[in-house]
C-alpha cells in the first residue's frame, strides 16, 4: 500500500529541521570573515547636515587655541599680534564660516568616497581621492573666512564688517582668496594622510571588537589620525598664514609660495616653519575627537529621524 500524504509530512519536515539546524552549526562554527573595506554609503543630506554640527562644534569650543597658534606665526611675533589677549577675535568670522565649510566638506566626501570606490580597486586610494575632492569644496567657503578671521586675529580688523569691504575695496575680491592655492596644497596632503588613517583605524576596531563603533571611539580614531597628519604638514600652515596676513613685520608683502619659504628661512631661520606646531597639533588633535565624534552622533540621530 502507499504511504498516506499524512505519514509522509513528519519525514519531511524532520529533514527541513535537520537542514537548519546543520546550517545554524554551520555559521556557528565557521569563523567570521573581518571586513576589509568601510563600504558604508552616507545620505548627501545626512552628511550635510552632519558636517555642519560638526564644524560648528569644533570651531567654537577651541576657538582660543586657533588664535594662539595663529599669534605664533604671525611675522610680528607672538605679543605683538596679541598674546593672550582677545583669543576670542575673529570668532564671528569662523562661526559664519565653519557650518557651510564643513557641510560641504563632508557631503563632497562621503559622495565622492562612494563614487571613487566604484572605480579605484584600493580603499585608501579611493580615501584619498575622496578627500582631496573634498577638501578642494569645502576650501571655496573656508578661505575667505580664514582670510577674515586670522586678520581680526592678529589685531589688522576690530570686526567681520569692517574687515569683508575693506579687503574687497583694497585687493578685490580676490583679496578674500589670499593663499587660496597653498590652503589647497597643505588641506589635501592633510587630509590624504588624515582620512585613510581614520578608516583604517575604524575598520580596525571595528573587527577587533565585532561590533560597529561607538561615537566616541570613531572620535577617538579622528583625534589620533588628526594629531598626526598636523604635525606633518605644519610647515604648509605656516606658509598659508603668512600669505594670508599678506605682508612681513615691515609691511614687505609677501609675493608667493616660494618668496614666503625663502624669506622666512633667511630672516627667521628654518625653524620658523614648525612655528605654531605645539598649539597646532593640540588643537587639531582635541578639536578631531570634537570633529569626528559630533559628525558621528549627529549622523546616527539623523539617520534613526529619517527612519522612522
Known sequence: ARPSRQSSAPVASAGVRVRRLLRSHSSQT???QPETTMSEDVPFFT???SGAVAGVSVDVALYPIDTIKTRMQSPQGFFKAGGFNGVYRGITAAAAGSAPGAALFFASYETGKTFFNKNISSPAGAQMAAATFAETMACLVRVPTEVVKQRMQTGVYTSMLVAVPDIIKKEGVMGLYSGFGITVMREIP???IQFPIYERMKLAWKNAQDAPLAPWQAAACGSIAGGFSAAVTTPLDVIKTRLMLG????GVKYTGTVDVVQRVIKDEGAKKMFSGIQPRVMWISIGGFVFFGAYENARKYITMA???
Open 306 to 308: 529619517t527612519e522612522k
Open 30 to 32: 565557521s569563523p567570521a
Open 47 to 49: 552628511a550635510l547636515a
Open 190 to 192: 592633510f587630509s590624504a
Open 247 to 250: 605682508a612681513d613685520a615691515e
